[in-house]
C-alpha cells in the first residue's frame, strides 16, 4: 500500500508507470502533495509528463503548468505549454505534444500558418504567440476550426498589409471564448490604409476593442509623403482614406461644371458680337438667315 504518502510531482515519475496495478492495490489512490498538481492522481500527472518529454520538438522547450478538471465530464485536462522561441525556425513544429494548449513561436522567421488547419496536433490549442515573424496573411485560416477557437492570438511585429475583417468577425462571433477570454494582438504590422481595406478594418477594431488589446499600436505604414503615415488607425477620418489620387483630384462634377460655364460665355459672347453687329450693318447674323 502506498496511498497516505506526500508524493512530489514535480519530479521524474517514471517509476509510477512501472508501477504492476496487480501488486500496488491502491496505485490509482496516490496522490500528490505538493505544487503545481495538488490532490492530482499520480498516474494520471505521470502520463502527462511522459507525453510533454517524448513529444516535445526538440528544439523547444515544453512544460505541464497545470492540470485542470473539464467542468463539464471532471476528468483531468492538462495545460500543456510549449515555448519555440528565438530558434530560427521557418514553419511551426510539425510534433507538438498532443493536447498542448500555449504555443510561443516568438521571433522567429515563420511565415505559413497551414498547420492550424491541417495538423490535428494544432487543434487544441488555444493561445497562440507569433510576434516577430515573417506572417504577412492569415486568410488561409478562414473558415477553420481554429480560428473560431482561440483565446489568445498574438501577431504583434509581423508583415500584416491587411486580413480578412468579415472573416475574423464571424469567427469570433462563433467562438465559445467570447467576450472575456479572447484576446488578440495586431500592432506594429505595416497595415495598409486604403478605402478599401481601411473602413471595415476601422469598424472591427472599434466592435473588438475589449477583445483587441494593442489599438494604440495599431498604425497605417510608413509610406514617404503620405499624410497619413504612422497614424492611428482607429483616428483616421473616411475623408482621409478614401480620396482620389492628387492628379485625379478635381471632381467630374466640378469639370462638367467648368465646361458649362465656358459655354456659357462663349454664347453671351457671340451674342453680344452678333448684336453689335447688326446695330453697325443691319445685317441679321448668319445663323438667322438660315432658319426657315
Known sequence: MLSGNHWDCSLNLDWALKLNPAVVKD???LKCFKQPYP????VAIARFKHNVYINCPPECECSLPDVVRDPSNFKLVPIIEVNCSDRGLTELPPI???QTKILTLERNS????????????????????????????????????????FRVLSLRNNKLTH???????????????????VRIF????????????????????????????????????????DENSLTLISELSRSS??????????????????????????ILGKLAYDYYYFKKTGKLPWIVTKMP
Open 241 to 266: 482614406v478614401c480620396r482620389l489620387p492628387n492628379e485625379y483630384s478635381i471632381r467630374i462634377l466640378d469639370l462638367l461644371n467648368g465646361i458649362l460655364a465656358t459655354l456659357i460665355v462663349l
Open 96 to 98: 507538438i505534444p498532443t
Open 163 to 181: 486580413l480578412p475583417t468579415y472573416a475574423l468577425d464571424n469567427a469570433l462571433q462563433r467562438n465559445p471564448n467570447m467576450p472575456v477570454a
Open 27 to 29: 496505485l490509482e489512490e
Open 39 to 42: 490532490g492530482k492522481p499520480v
Open 110 to 149: 515563420i511565415e505559413n500558418l497551414d498547420p492550424l488547419i491541417f495538423n490535428a496536433l494544432y487543434r487544441g490549442i488555444q493561445d497562440l504567440y507569433l510576434d516577430s515573424n515573417y506572417i504577412d496573411s492569415i486568410e488561409e485560416l478562414e473558415g477553420s476550426y481554429w480560428l473560431s477557437h
Open 186 to 225: 495586431l500592432g506594429n504590422n505595416p497595415w495598409r490604409c486604403d478605402c478599401v481595406f481601411t473602413p471595415g478594418f476601422q469598424e472591427m477594431l472599434q466592435k473588438y476593442e475589449t477583445q483587441i488589446r494593442d489599438i494604440d499600436d495599431i498604425k497605417c505604414s510608413y509610406v514617404e509623403g
